[in-house]
Structure formats: C-alpha cells, structure tokens
C-alpha cells in the first residue's frame, strides 16, 4: 500500500473486555514497532518485529498486552481485559530492515488507533 | 536507558517569522542518532529531519534545521519562515546506533512540543 495503515481509527471498548489492534505495514518493510501515545505516558515503545520475530517485547507493560505478526506482513496487537489505563492512541510504524553499516531507516507511522476504555 | 526531555510544553510563532524548539538527552552511548518528528492534528506521525551522533555538521532540510551540541547533549530545531501547516507536535527521538550487529530504530521520544502557528 502507500502507507502504514491500522484498523480501527477508534475503538471504544468497556473495562475488562479483549481487544484487537491490526497494522498493515508498507510492501517490504520487514521491521515493524508499535508504540502507545498517552497523556501521562507520553510516547512509548511497545514491541519490535523483525520479519515475524520479536526480539524485543520489552516495552510491552503487562501479560496482558501480545503481539504477533504473520507472513511479514500484517501486525495484531491484542489487549485482554482492558483497564482504563490502556486507554491511548497505538500507533504502528515499518521500515525497511535496519542493516548492519547503515544509517537508521526512516519509521514511517500509521494513523493510529485511539482505544477507549469505558 | 536514555532519556529525551523537551522542556517546552507550548511554543507560537507568528507566520514567516523563526521559531526554535528545544531538546535534551541523557545517555552513555557513543553511537547514535537524533530525530524531529511532527505529528499533525491527524495523528500521522511525520519524520522532519535526522542526525547521526557522529556527523560534526548540523543537518538542514529546506526550513528546517538543527543546532547539535554533542557535549552538552542538545539538539534544537529551528524552523525558518513558518508556516500556517508546521502547526504540529514536535517531538525528538533518540535512536541508539549499534556499533556492530544488527542495529534496530527503537525510538525513545521526548514529551512534545506544541507548535502553533498565527497568521
């Protein structure tokens, strides 16, 4: 596609029901993140897939939260049993793999999802 | 860990006029880069400009440009003949560069600058 997208634009959700965040990154990007944007967070990293791994889950802040990503492509983010808290804008972003001797790729960010607990 | 604190929570500036936004970090690496995104009431994160640690020379893009004070652990933006669409969250980013290996473009963000425009 153009660009990263994500699915839904908003999703309003009650307190301790499981939700379903996707990310479609652009055509052969191979490195996908995902980071939360809050008002008392600020902007954090969640997770980080190269191709359909994830070597780094770190940001990630309960076992509540999961992640997966399939064929290198499409990116799920899944929340059980929401908490207010997890209310936030999710936004996904793809680069091209990051090679060893190369500067940084450029991130490119999807819309983002805005989650509402209720 | 590395932190990236933006110590201006709102900033305005007249149209065509120049305006600089302020960033500081904390960390032990040698290796890395520093970035300027802007995020628009739409929400799309948008890179503005980027800079590796160990380039002396600032970088510039067209308007935009960066004052980068490696000692001091500084990177500002300065955003020449503003316009009424730089409207926007500024935030800069850190990114560490792994000297060997593979690296990766986990981000570590600043709170956000509030930049609005007047015409």
């Known amino acids: 596609g153009a660009g990263v997208s994500q699915s839904p634009s908003n999703k309003v959700t009650e307190k301790g029901k499981d939700v379903e965040l996707r990310c479609d990154p652009i055509?052969?990007?191979?490195?996908l993140y995902w980071y939360r944007q809050s008002l008392g967070q600020g902007l954090e990293f969640l997770i980080y897939f190269q191709g359909n791994s994830a070597p780094d889950k770190s940001g990630l802040p309960s076992d509540r939260f999961s992640a997966e990503r399939t064929g290198g492509s499409v990116s799920t983010l899944t929340i059980q049993r929401t908490q207010q808290e997890d209310s936030a804008v999710y936004l996904c972003?793809?680069?091209?793999?990051?090679?060893?001797?190369?500067?940084?790729?450029?991130?490119?960010f999807g819309p983002g999802t805005r989650l509402t607990v209720l | 860990a590395q932190t990236v604190t933006q110590s201006q929570p709102e900033m305005s500036v007249q149209e065509a006029e120049t305006v600089t936004l302020s960033c500081t970090y904390d960390?032990?690496?040698?290796?890395?880069?520093l970035f300027w995104y802007k995020q628009p009431p739409s929400r799309q994160m948008i890179l503005v400009i980027r800079q590796e640690a160990y380039k002396q020379q600032n970088a510039t893009e067209n308007r935009f440009s960066v004052n980068f004070q490696k000692a001091a652990k500084s990177f500002s933006l300065k955003i020449s003949d503003s316009q009424l669409g730089d409207t926007a969250m500024y935030f800069c980013?850190?990114?560490?560069?792994?000297?060997?290996?593979?690296?990766?473009?986990?981000?570590?963000f600043g709170q956000g600058t509030i930049l609005t425009v007047h015409p």
């Open positions: 972003a793809s680069s091209l793999a990051p090679y060893r001797g190369q500067g940084a790729n450029e991130q490119f």
């Open positions: 055509s052969g990007h191979t490195a």
């Open positions: 980013a850190f990114m560490k560069r792994y000297a060997g290996g593979t690296s990766y473009g986990k981000l570590t």
């Open positions: 960390t032990s690496e040698s290796n890395y880069y």
